[in-house]
């Protein structure tokens, strides 16, 4: 059976970190299947269709290339649930993982149709410095039907907050910074680029 990543992200923007996780994925899964969307949690800055391009220079950016990372702007939605229906539509007889931060175990149990989503999905948790993963929220996750499994990866101790925030452009691949440049995505980054 095939194996497939789901990799949903703000992507706002997408960083050095989404780049390592998502190139991890790619050695551990027959494919990832990657998109941008609006966290209903999170304040977003960037339209969408922006943060899906640069989700598109990103992986473009791998190397040496992966041939099966593929982003999928029509999967985004709000709601995992949504995306995970399109993704089965799509791929009928693929085992899905949906790989979430470990950020998000807590806000996992308040998800849009939570019961139905552990059905439809397994969950691989990637650690993220700062977010320790208690015990005691996997087991509430498993207690609603969740297979869940911690991925043998730290993601990178930067963010996209970082970045809006801090300005600091190592946090992001070079063709992402000079997307965001060029389509002023981040008022303040023109700023700094002026002072520098």
């Known amino acids: 059976m095939r194996q497939i990543a789901l990799f949903g992200t703000s992507a706002d923007p997408p960083t050095a970190a989404h780049q390592t996780i998502i190139h991890w994925l790619s050695h551990q899964y027959d494919f990832v299947v990657v998109w941008a969307s609006d966290n209903p949690f999170k304040q977003h800055q960037t339209p969408l269709e922006h943060r899906a391009a640069m989700l598109h220079l990103l992986i473009s950016d791998i190397q040496p290339p992966r041939h099966n990372i593929g982003v999928y702007p029509d999967l985004s939605s709000p709601r995992a649930l949504v995306t995970v229906e399109k993704v ?10 949906l790989v979430i931060g470990s950020d998000l175990i807590d806000q996992l149990p308040r998800w849009y149709q939570v019961e139905q989503l552990v059905q439809l999905t397994r969950f691989l948790v990637i650690p993220r410095p700062g977010y320790s993963i208690d015990e005691s929220q996997l087991e509430k996750l498993r207690q609603l ?20 925030t801090n300005h600091n452009p190592d946090i992001v691949p070079p063709p992402i910074e000079a997307y965001i440049h060029r389509e002023h995505l981040y008022p303040c980054q023109d700023t700094v680029h002026e002072n520098s």
Do not use: F, H, K
């Not at 089965?88 to 993982?97: G, H, I, V």
């Open 88 to 97: 089965r539509e799509r791929w009928p007889d693929a085992e899905l993982t």
């Open 145 to 164: 039907g969740a297979t869940v499994a911690i991925a043998n990866l730290t993601g990178l101790p930067v963010s996209s907050t970082t970045y809006r």
